[in-house]
C-alpha cells in the first residue's frame, strides 16, 4: 500500500517562509512526476508545482520566484520551500505523486493535505 504523508504547514506571518515536506511509502517501483497543489477556502484546488523524475520544475504563475520545489528520489520526498508568503498562499496544501508498484502498474497518489495559514 502506497502513502503520501506531508508536514510543515503552519502558520506564519505574511512576508515569512515555510517549507513542506511529503514522504511517500509503500510498495514502490518508481515514482515519476510529484507535485503539489492547493485549496483555498471556496475555491477550487489549483496547481502549485510540479517536478519530474529528472528535476524539471514548472509553477503556477502566482507563486513563481518565490516557491521552489525539490525533491531527493532515494529518500522518495519532494519538497516545497515557501517564501515570500503572502495571505492568498492560505490553503490547504496536497502532495502529489505518479507511482508505479510494479514495471507497469501505476496509479496517481495523493497525501492527506497540510494547513498553511498566512496572516496580514
Known amino acids: 500500500q502506497v502513502q503520501l504523508v506531508e508536514s510543515g504547514g503552519g502558520l506564519v506571518q505574511a512576508g515569512g517562509s515555510l517549507r513542506l515536506s511529503c514522504a511517500a511509502s509503500?510498495?514502490?517501483?518508481?515514482?515519476?512526476?510529484m507535485g503539489w497543489y492547493r485549496r483555498a477556502p471556496g475555491k477550487q484546488r489549483e496547481l502549485v508545482a510540479t517536478i519530474t523524475i529528472g528535476g524539471r520544475t514548472n509553477y503556477a504563475d502566482s507563486v513563481k520566484g518565490r516557491f521552489t520545489i525539490s525533491r531527493d528520489n532515494a529518500k522518495k520526498m519532494v519538497y516545497l520551500q515557501m517564501n515570500s508568503l503572502k495571505p492568498e498562499d492560505t490553503a490547504v496544501y496536497y502532495c502529489?505523486?505518479?507511482?508505479?508498484?510494479?514495471?507497469?502498474?501505476?496509479?496517481?497518489?495523493w497525501g492527506q493535505g497540510t494547513q498553511v495559514t498566512v496572516s496580514s
Open positions: 502529489n505523486a505518479e507511482i508505479f508498484t510494479g514495471v507497469i502498474a501505476s496509479g496517481n497518489y
Open positions: 509503500g510498495s514502490i517501483f518508481r515514482i515519476n512526476n
